[in-house]
């Protein structure tokens, strides 16, 4: 049997990108998250001083990368992970498709004007670069 032929065009191969870059900057938001959330539980099990100690040795991480990430779980795990078990992303069209370099960059905004921000600026459907842009002119 003859099976119908696809042709694959560089547009359809592109659409095909874009959406696995999609997925995987959501990927990278989620396991951030979890690695938040387990450093912020770490470092209080800690005794002080030896946070610093810990990042290095057992997970090699700097201090500023480990408070980023412990900001992402602080600012946005409630809002992806509603249940608080880590395990679904949020329903909300507003926090569902965020990525992690859209995360990131939104913690620059106040959080009580980070979802108005996301809805007035259609931050799902614009570029990094239109949301530095936009953030700018904030």
Request: charged share 30%; with cysteine; hydrophobic share 35%.
């Amino acid at each position: 049997m003859n099976e119908p032929s696809t042709e694959r065009t560089p547009l359809a191969i592109a659409a095909e990108i874009n959406r696995i870059k999609q997925e995987t900057c959501k990927i990278m938001l989620t396991n951030a998250l979890e690695i938040g959330k387990r450093l912020k539980e770490a470092k209080d099990l800690l005794p002080h001083g030896e946070w610093g100690k810990w990042l290095v040795e057992s997970v090699s991480y700097s201090q500023r990368k480990a408070n980023k990430l412990m900001q992402l779980y602080k600012e946005y795990g409630d809002k992806l992970f509603p249940d608080g078990a880590g395990e679904g992303r949020s329903n909300s069209p507003t926090w569902a498709n965020l990525t992690y370099n859209q995360a990131l960059l939104l913690l620059g905004i106040p959080e009580d004007e980070r979802e108005e921000f996301i809805l007035e600026q259609d931050v799902n459907n614009i570029t990094i670069r239109e949301l530095n842009r936009a953030l700018k002119e904030q």
